[in-house]
């Protein structure tokens, strides 16, 4: 088992910054990724970022959003620019330390939460 614990939300205006982290109780050498879930809507899969540095963007924060991880701190990241109201939502990190590689968006393990908002 993996226990994740996000943290960076906040309230932003729009064109704002923010860096999600995401620390793991152990070593993070497999797939993991990032999703949100706005009131009333689908989780959606942000990015997600396997061991061998590959990594897949959701066509709405394409060129806006980079995701990174550092292994040696065990802590995944999610730098977020040129935030709208459509990125509020709660973030949410995941894991699935069976697999190097991410080939869906089906993770088994799930932090609790880190919520964004970003104003008008």
Request: glycine fraction near 10%; include cysteine; hydrophobic fraction near 30%.
């Amino acid at each position: 088992q993996v226990q994740l614990v996000e943290s960076g939300g906040g309230s932003v205006h729009t064109g704002g910054s923010l860096r999600l982290s995401c620390t793991a109780s152990r070593s993070i050498y497999y797939c993991t990724a990032w999703f949100r879930q706005a009131p009333g809507k689908e989780r959606e899969g942000v990015a997600r970022i396997d061991d061998y540095g590959r990594t897949t963007y959701a066509e709405s924060v394409k060129g806006r959003f980079t995701i990174s991880k550092d292994n040696a701190k065990k802590t995944l990241y999610l730098q977020m620019n040129s935030l709208t109201p459509e990125d509020t939502a709660m973030y949410y990190c995941a894991a699935d330390p069976v697999r190097g590689y991410c080939y869906n968006w089906d993770f088994p393990y799930w932090g609790q939460g880190t919520q964004v908002t970003v104003s008008s």
